[in-house]
């Protein structure tokens, strides 16, 4: 009975990403999709006011998706700067970095 819990897990991170996607990302071109998209600060003794971009988003998405890919998220381009993880529901947090070193 796995796979009703598992129709049921993609329909809620649907509800999620529509009522609480915050930006349009795409990568490789392709259609625009919702995320859930953070830039809280970082908190590092080797920067100074500086930012740790991070997004949330269902990974279906965004196929092959891997470290060093790039995401355009409203017009910024971000590399993605960590292992590309998700839970079992295909949800995964990616941590970014700004192509060329630039916080935004």
């Known amino acids: 009975m796995l796979a009703p819990f598992a129709d049921r897990a993609a329909r809620v991170r649907g509800a999620q990403i529509r009522h609480c996607a915050n930006a ?17 600060a970082q908190e590092s003794l080797d920067v100074l006011g500086g930012y740790a971009p991070a997004c949330s ?19 910024v381009e971000y590399q993605v700067a960590g292992p590309v993880e998700p839970d079992s529901s295909g949800w995964v947090t990616l941590q970014l970095r700004t192509v060329g070193g630039v916080h935004g």
Request: aromatic share 6%; no cysteine.
């Open 24 to 40: 349009l990302a795409s990568h490789a071109g392709g259609e625009p999709f919702g995320v859930i998209f953070r830039r809280p």
């Open 57 to 75: 988003l269902e990974l279906a998405s965004v196929p092959g998706l891997e470290q060093g890919s790039v995401l355009h998220i409203d017009g």
